[in-house]
């Protein structure tokens, strides 16, 4: 396996967590209120998505996102030796991500988050959120179409309209848990949101053979 593939992954994940989170801090520290927050976090969320998948997509394919990486292997789109490996990358650059984000605003660079995101409207939310990506992916592929601007356009859609704020990646998930700022999420909501991204997700990729596969034979 290509090592650039992981150094790809790990890359795009650190500068993908590091723009959510900085993001947000840099909104909350010019005293954005808390939809001015929500819309500045999200549209540098549709920025950097649009430009990482552009030039890392080649490379690795721009997974950057546990949840994806699974479901492309259930698709068979890359082989199942290759999932560890894209998993720890995208877990190390969550992390690397999220001390960056920190220590660029001369925060603590460890820290548990305290905000509350429990529930299951949340949940519900989340897996919403993580159903409506993974079948955008996968009609992107199929139709030959700009995923990085369907991924960029339906992340930043989803921002508003879910209460979670579309989180929809446990790479993020694990980043935020370690962020006390407004972009993190308490430790024991997590469980909860990691099962709905992974619900959403399958029933995703499952509904996405039925509609944008061809029938065989046909």
Partial sequence: MNPRIFVAEALGTALLVAVVI???IMAHALGAETGLLLLANALATVGALYALITILGP????QMNPMVSLVMAWRGRIGWGAVPGYLVAQALGALAGMLLAHAMFDLPLWQVSDTDRGGAPKMLAEGVASFGLVLVIFGGLAGRANVAALVAAYIGAA???TS?????????????????????IRPMDAPGFLA???????????????????????
């Fill in 196 to 218: 709905a991204q992974l619900l959403g997700g399958f029933v995703a990729a499952g509904v996405s053979v039925w509609l944008f596969e061809p029938p065989q034979g046909s």
């Fill in 164 to 184: 979670s704020t579309s989180f929809a990646n446990p790479a993020m998930l694990l980043a935020r848990m370690l962020s006390d700022t407004p972009a993190g």
């Fill in 59 to 62: 490379v690795s394919g721009a």
């Fill in 159 to 161: 921002y508003w309209f």
């Fill in 22 to 24: 900085g993001s947000a």
